[in-house]
């Protein structure tokens, strides 16, 4: 199962959920036009990040910078109660950080469809928070360490894929809005061969590095946004070198050290996929 379908949880009260998690990105695009800075690599609409990562030039995990008011907006929207929830829904994850999940988050997907790469991601997450506490996480109970929000008001993302990203790792994707679903707004899975309806509220989880994925159009008179969580291979990559960068690392180990460490690098990939969960498969069971 290199994919999963979430949709969206048995609450009664989601589409609210949804709809004023929608109407807070409307508002902060509105009220903040720096965030119409822009055209980028996945499409033409403003996106606010927040969290940590590694790579693109950076010589370790670190946070993002963003502007004072910027990081105003961000704060507004990881304390939100319906982003919180959502965050949730994607991957709450109380065990990991000794804390109790808030009673109205439902089960999360992450941990219950895919346990094994979950814990993949708890093992190599908190080590990396454990060891430096300068570090932030958007979401407390939520072990993704970074977030995207995607600030519409037609958030169309072109086919892409997200390089930075674990490989092997699934990434979180909320879809927000008022749209219609089975006229546009679509996931489009190019490899997987799949065009797949994306209502408002649902969730997917997906290996956002090697599968390229994009959206289809909305209605001129609809809106879409979206929300997602991941984790940049690099960080793993950073625990695994115990907190160096890999250079440095190879440098500290012996000739046969060195060895079974590419013996150990060219079984990666396979261990990863090794993670993701097998059909026919029932949560709990």
């Not at 979401?139 to 929000?149: D, K, Q």
């Not at 707004?185 to 994925?213: D, K, N, Q, R, T």
Request: with cysteine.
């Amino acid at each position: 199962m290199v994919a999963l379908l979430a949709g969206r949880p048995a609450d009664e009260n989601w589409d609210e959920v949804q709809e004023a998690a929608a109407a807070l990105l409307e508002k902060i695009r509105v009220d903040c036009p720096e965030f119409d800075e822009g055209c980028h690599w996945r499409g033409d609409f403003p996106t606010l990040r927040c969290g940590v990562s590694h790579g693109g030039g950076r010589t370790q995990p670190m946070n993002f910078v963003n502007s004072p008011k910027k990081q105003r907006a961000l704060e507004e929207l990881n304390s939100h109660p319906s982003f919180v929830r959502i965050a949730g829904f994607m991957n709450c994850t109380p065990h990991a950080f000794g804390t109790a999940c808030i009673a109205n988050i439902p089960s999360a997907v992450l941990a219950t469809w895919a346990p094994k790469l979950h814990e993949h991601y708890v093992k190599n997450i908190t080590s990396l928070f454990s060891h430096d506490n300068t570090l932030f996480r958007p979401f407390p109970r939520s072990i993704f360490p970074a977030t995207t929000y995607n600030l519409g008001p037609q958030t169309t993302c072109t086919r892409h894929f997200d390089f930075a990203n674990l490989a092997y790792g699934w990434c979180g994707i909320a879809a927000l809005g008022r749209f219609d679903p089975t006229k546009g707004g679509h996931l489009v899975l190019w490899e997987l061969g799949l065009v797949v309806e994306f209502p408002p509220g649902s969730i997917v989880l997906i290996p956002s590095a090697v599968v390229s994925h994009s959206n289809t159009p909305i209605m001129p008179h609809e809106a879409r946004y979206s929300v997602t969580q991941y984790a940049a291979g690099g960080i793993f990559r950073w625990v695994d070198c115990n907190f160096r960068t890999k250079e440095t690392y190879l440098k500290s180990l012996k000739a046969k050290e060195r060895a079974e460490m590419a013996e150990k690098d060219s079984q990666r990939w396979k261990e990863g996929v090794g993670l993701y969960p097998r059909l026919p498969y029932v949560p709990g069971m």
